[in-house]
């Protein structure tokens, strides 16, 4: 049985270190998978407890002279070697580094001056810039693997061994500053992680044996009784027992305008207070919470690796035997090692190592704090390349509020014991339907009975027993299974009915047909501009999916100008999703995430609407849109679909401009000190386009409603 590891590693910083973690934890018998998130400096680790132990897991990391302890928390803070305000400047003094290192040296400035430095002073500044580096160098060479640092390393012997020293130190002084930036780069990613952290609150007012008292957020149990004043943050998931306010929902669904709560009502944590005061029962804290687990999965996003992400794989694995081996070319046909050291330096994988999960991240974190939860980078390039949404109708194109409109009933049954019968069956049912038929009991003061023997039948109805007495309410098809007769007469009264867009349950009892009853559902209004911007980006088909008759599918479809397949099970939902995807087709299903779970895992993409609260529906999709505003769909393909663009753009980059350097470099056009100085310039490259897409994402506006 496999269990699941997860591990906080200080030294996680860049795609080196990622790499060095699985190579080595994966050379250990009983580990299954290894996983990493250099955004949330995290290892998480699938193993056997039977073959291998968590302590020798954790020794094999610190064998690489690395940090580890137990996730016990989100990602902490760690102060930055410049403050963001210089971040523009760094990069011109980056650029210009590199600028004046090749043109000086071609101008013979840098001969003149290194020609003053003494041979051992400038080895003592190698080894001095240098030895963290050379350590980490040695430490992968020892367990047979060879970093992009060796190539540097490789790079300094060659200069030192040609004469170069005070070269060598120049070329440490930018193999360090190279690391800098590729640091400074990774701490960008993590920018919207702690964004979102925060917004958690750091205390909770608890009221504890007739007395308040403030403690850590963290301390708060479940069950306790927690006081929220106005404009504090709201520290658990709970309920109101007294008091209300207006609630500021946005860091939970990226809406802004606040949401009146009242007893009975559920609130969330890091959401604010911002109208009057309330006083919760505890049901949900820390981690537990919906806010921790949107926090949780941005932090695992990046481990959810994007297919294109091979393409990088591919290319660091490749990449340094293939720079040795330019390297010797160059000096065995040119007979130049200064040309060959240099082909040695300006060798970059880590960019192209970066160029996903930076990206990745930075679009993931800015989507959480809209109400969109991307479970990484596999489901953002799925969201980019969607060309068919599928489509449940209750719930998600209708409000999922139907109210009954009719009840018809037969055989001598009165209308009011119809109405009752049929609630006291689904009152036990979670269907939105059955919802609508206990409210109009409800509204009618009707006495329920309490049902038995309770079953249900997906995609059919319900069967139960009331009063002792075995009933059902359910389709044609479940009374016609359970050999319950359905006269002509009133079938064609359904066809009347459903034919105005109203579904139509059939009640009978003890094998009898009692009578039928009618309910309207409202389609959200804000479908029609949502599936007219999804036509506007290219989404070649929209296919509602349902289990209701045809007739009802049909009417909903026609106003909405959709495809439709009607009277499908839950299970048949997944044969539909798999048919559009042997056609060629890259499906998104939106849906609930709770009746279509099975069809929304199925999905290239599963987007689940609503899911504010719900562990299950949170869980099961791909997409979580933390409420049910259908403009946010095509807000989550604008994003994959941005996102995508920035990534392909920075690998294509990166690859074009480690050509090109190789070449400058092997025909002696670029002298080892600006082979080492252009080396860090793709990493800055990354770091830009990654920032202009989070303040593309920033500017975006999502609809509140």
Aim: aromatic share 4%; hydrophobic share 50%; charged share 25%.
């Amino acid at each position: 049985m496999t269990e699941t590891l997860e591990l906080s590693v200080a030294e996680l910083d860049c795609a080196d270190e990622a790499r060095q973690i699985q190579s080595a934890l994966g050379r250990l018998d009983g580990v299954a998978e290894v996983r990493t998130a250099v955004s949330a400096r995290r290892a998480i680790v699938a193993y056997d407890p039977g073959r291998v132990t968590p302590e020798a897991i954790r020794e094999a990391l610190r064998a690489l002279g690395m940090t580890v302890s137990e996730v016990r928390a989100p990602l902490g803070r760690r102060r930055r070697s410049l403050p963001d305000l210089l971040g523009w400047g760094f990069v011109t003094v980056v650029a210009g580094a590199a600028l004046a290192g090749i043109a000086g040296e071609r101008l013979g400035l840098v001969e003149a001056f290194v020609a003053r430095i003494p041979p051992w002073l400038a080895l003592a500044a190698v080894l001095a810039g240098g030895y963290p580096i050379f350590l980490n160098v040695l430490r992968a060479l020892r367990r047979r693997a060879v970093t992009a640092h060796a190539l540097m390393t490789l790079g300094i012997m060659g200069a030192i061994a040609i004469g170069q020293h005070a070269a060598a130190a120049v070329i440490v002084f930018f193999m360090r500053l190279a690391d800098f930036i590729e640091g400074y780069t990774t701490e960008r990613s993590r920018q919207a992680i702690r964004e979102l952290l925060k917004l958690a609150p750091e205390t909770a007012r608890v009221e504890r044996e007739g007395r308040e008292s403030v403690v850590p957020a963290e301390e708060v149990d479940r069950g306790d009784v927690v006081l929220v004043k106005p404009g504090e943050r709201i520290p658990v998931d709970g309920a109101v027992l007294e008091g209300r306010a207006s609630v500021n929902q946005a860091p939970i669904t990226g809406e802004s305008v606040p949401v009146q709560k009242q007893r009975g009502d559920q609130v969330f944590a890091a959401t604010i207070c911002e109208r009057g005061a309330l006083r919760l029962r505890t049901e949900r804290v820390g981690r537990d919470t919906t806010f921790g687990q949107i926090v949780r999965l941005v932090e695992e996003a990046e481990a959810s690796r994007a297919p294109v992400q091979r393409f990088a794989d591919r290319f660091t694995a490749y990449y340094i035997p293939v720079v040795l081996a330019a390297a010797l070319a160059t000096y065995l046909v040119g007979g130049s090692a200064t040309a060959a050291v240099a082909t040695l330096l300006v060798a970059c994988s880590c960019a192209i190592a970066m160029a996903t999960p930076i990206t990745v991240l930075a679009a993931v974190g800015r989507s959480a704090r809209r109400g969109i939860i991307i479970k990484g980078g596999r489901y953002l390039e799925a969201l980019a390349r969607v060309d068919t949404v599928v489509l449940d109708k209750t719930g998600t194109v209708t409000l999922g509020r139907p109210e009954v409109t009719d009840v018809v009933a037969l055989d001598g049954e009165s209308e009011v014991g119809l109405l009752g019968l049929a609630a006291s069956i689904e009152r036990r049912s979670e269907h939105p339907l059955a919802a609508g038929i206990v409210r109009a009991a409800e509204g009618r003061a009707l006495a329920l009975g309490e049902p038995g023997e309770f079953e249900v039948y997906p995609g059919d109805g319900v069967a139960a027993t009331v009063d002792g007495v075995p009933a059902l309410v359910g389709t044609e098809r479940l009374l016609a299974r359970l050999g319950v007769d359905v006269p002509e007469a009133v079938r064609a009264r359904v066809r009347s009915l459903a034919g105005d867009g109203r579904s139509v349950v059939l009640v009978a009892r003890a094998g009898r047909l009692c009578g039928l009853i009618a309910l309207g559902d409202t389609i959200r209004p804000e479908v029609p501009p949502a599936l007219a911007a999804l036509r506007a980006l290219g989404v070649r088909r929209l296919l509602l999916l349902t289990g209701d008759r045809r007739e009802v599918a049909a009417a909903v479809a026609r106003q909405l100008g959709l495809d439709v397949e009607a009277e499908v099970l839950p299970a048949e939902k997944i044969r539909v999703v798999e048919r559009l995807q042997r056609e060629g087709h890259v499906v998104a299903m939106v849906g609930d995430g709770i009746n279509d779970a099975p069809a929304l895992a199925r999905a290239d993409v599963g987007i689940a609407m609503g899911v504010a609260g719900t562990d299950a529906a949170i869980e099961a999709a791909h997409v979580a849109l933390m409420r049910d505003d259908w403009r946010v769909v095509p807000e989550a393909i604008r994003i994959g679909r941005r996102a995508f663009r920035t990534i392909k753009q920075n690998l294509w980059f990166t690859a074009a401009y480690n050509v090109v350097g190789i070449a400058l470099a092997a025909t002696g056009w670029l002298p080892p000190i600006g082979a080492a100085a252009a080396q860090s310039l793709p990493d800055v490259v990354v770091m830009l386009n990654a920032s202009r897409l989070v303040r593309r994402g920033a500017r975006g506006s999502t609809p509140s409603g």
